[in-house]
């Protein structure tokens, strides 16, 4: 390989890296507004809930009815929040596969660039 062959393949190579960052950023942004939006979702039911308690505590006519509407409460909110680790589970899963899937691509470009250089020289 002559210097020009050489300057060549660097040049592609920071070409490609480059773009493999600019991947890497929207992968970034991606999966930062999926986590953003779930946990906006966890806020707001966490706001409900403290609504539902002042409700529950003003309207209830005793103790006996307080604790009910609490226990009430707690069973609705224990499932949400199951249904909610579940959901959150399965976003990291994605999340995982995502990246996963970014660091085969950019590790197989990269030895298939490795290859082609190796061959020319």
């Known amino acids: 390989m002559n210097m020009k062959d050489n300057l060549s393949a660097i040049n592609e190579m920071s070409s490609k890296g480059f773009e493999r960052m600019n991947t ?5 942004l991606k999966v930062w507004e999926k986590f953003a939006s779930r946990q906006m979702e966890a ?27 609490q226990m009430e409460m707690a069973k609705e909110v224990g499932g949400r929040m199951m249904a909610e ?3 959150n589970m399965e976003l990291a ?8 899937t970014w660091v085969q691509t950019g590790v197989s ?13």
């Open 24 to 28: 890497l950023g929207e992968l970034n």
């Open 43 to 69: 806020v707001t039911l966490m706001l409900e809930q403290g609504t539902r308690q002042l409700r529950v505590a003003s309207e209830a006519k005793g103790y006996n009815e307080l604790m009910k509407g």
């Open 85 to 87: 680790a579940k959901t």
């Open 93 to 100: 899963g994605e999340v995982r596969d995502d990246y996963r």
């Open 109 to 121: 470009d990269l030895t298939a660039e490795m290859r082609k250089t190796a061959t020319a020289a």
